[in-house]
């Protein structure tokens, strides 16, 4: 790291004064063994000299737990229960984030130019098989993230044109200062019907070069559900005026941050169908099922 003016008055080396771009990184990992665990954590700069920007990670943190069975019973290597399917994973993410001129780096304005975020996230599934090729999975994941700045915003009528000075109306964006969370609860249900049909003809002529045909027919069915559960999450989302006439838009108050806003599910479903056809013949002399569609 070094400031733009540095080399052009200190340096001797050519490669010194032609080069516009500098990086540079420390990082550490960390694997727990015999546990779920991973944590990696990194520091990293990247410098133009030429337009005198710095952008700077201090520090940048990585937390995974990844699939985890609590319910399963590991002494008995027998068949699960359908409870004992309950699985969840977690991540978790942390950066700090500086962007700003290398004249700025070292004074208090730097903090003014600081971005920093936290977000964390856990789904939770488990697969239930009533009978044979079908299997119901119901899904929830939980996201949240932490920030210290939010935006609102505000439709004046009375606005005055920084440029101009005249009254135009228009949208205030305020920034405000803090420690602000928020988070999303989705939950979903998946289910998927896929038996397989079976048929064959034996050729009788033993001088035939194919003495089989096997058909194999897949069809298969499939359905989602995402239910609207507005009421566990947080008010992330809300509604500014945009123009004269009134009309509205949707805006979040964590725009502009470094993991954005975690997204709400919406109410929807979903029905797919589906039908795979596949052909084996046995060839007399390889004496073996070769697939042709």
């Given at each position: 790291?070094?400031?733009?003016?540095?080399?052009?008055?200190?340096?001797?080396?050519?490669?010194?004064?032609?080069?516009?771009?500098?990086?540079?990184?420390?990082?550490?990992?960390?694997?727990?063994d015999?546990?779920?665990?991973?944590?990696?954590?990194?520091?990293?700069?990247?410098q133009?000299?030429?337009n005198?920007?710095?952008?700077?990670?201090?520090?940048k943190i990585?937390?995974?737990a990844?699939?985890?069975?609590?319910?399963?019973?590991?002494?008995?290597?027998?068949?699960?229960?359908w409870?004992?399917?309950?699985?969840?994973?977690?991540t978790?993410?942390?950066?700090?984030q500086?962007?700003?001129?290398?004249?700025?780096?070292?004074?208090?304005?730097?903090?003014?130019?600081?971005?920093?975020?936290?977000?964390h996230?856990?789904?939770?599934?488990?697969?239930?098989?009533p009978f044979?090729?079908?299997?119901?999975?119901?899904?929830?994941?939980?996201?949240?993230?932490?920030?210290?700045q939010?935006?609102?915003?505000?439709?004046?009528?009375?606005?005055?044109?920084?440029?101009?000075?005249?009254?135009?109306?228009?949208?205030?964006r305020?920034?405000?200062?803090?420690?602000?969370?928020?988070?999303?609860?989705?939950?979903?249900?998946?289910?998927?019907?896929?038996?397989?049909?079976?048929?064959?003809?034996?050729?009788?002529?033993p001088?035939?070069r194919?003495?089989a045909?096997?058909?194999?027919?897949?069809?298969?069915?499939?359905f989602?559900y995402?239910?609207?559960?507005?009421?566990?999450?947080s008010?992330?989302y809300?509604?500014?005026?945009i123009?004269?006439?009134?009309?509205?838009?949707?805006?979040s108050?964590?725009?502009?941050?470094?993991?954005?806003?975690?997204s709400?599910?919406r109410?929807?479903?979903n029905?797919?169908l589906?039908?795979?056809?596949?052909?084996?013949a046995?060839?007399?002399?390889?004496?073996?099922?070769k697939?042709?569609?």
């Open positions: 790291m070094s400031s733009s003016g540095y080399d052009r008055q200190n340096s001797y080396e050519l490669t010194q004064h032609i080069t516009t771009t500098r990086q540079s990184s420390v990082s550490y990992s960390k694997a727990w015999g546990t779920p665990f991973n944590l990696s954590v990194s520091m990293n700069h990247s133009n000299v030429k005198k920007t710095v952008s700077l990670n201090l520090p990585s937390f995974t990844s699939r985890i069975y609590p319910l399963k019973n590991r002494r008995n290597p027998g068949p699960s229960k409870w004992q399917e309950l699985q969840f994973q977690y978790a993410s942390f950066d700090n500086i962007n700003t001129t290398d004249s700025l780096l070292f004074t208090r304005r730097v903090w003014e130019n600081m971005r920093t975020g936290f977000t996230e856990i789904p939770v599934s488990f697969q239930i098989r044979r090729n079908f299997s119901i999975s119901p899904q929830l994941s939980y996201k949240g993230v932490l920030y210290t939010k935006i609102e915003k505000i439709w004046d009528p009375e606005r005055v044109d920084p440029v101009t000075g005249n009254i135009i109306p228009g949208i205030i305020d920034t405000l200062k803090g420690v602000f969370y928020g988070h999303a609860l989705n939950p979903s249900i998946n289910a998927s019907y896929s038996p397989q049909i079976f048929g064959r003809f034996t050729f009788t002529n001088d035939s194919v003495q045909i096997r058909h194999v027919m897949k069809p298969s069915v499939s989602s995402v239910p609207s559960l507005k009421g566990f999450s008010e992330m809300r509604q500014v005026q123009d004269t006439l009134g009309r509205l838009a949707d805006y108050v964590f725009e502009g941050n470094i993991f954005g806003t975690p709400l599910s109410k929807s479903g029905i797919s589906g039908l795979t056809n596949i052909l084996e046995k060839d007399k002399f390889e004496g073996l099922l697939e042709y569609c």
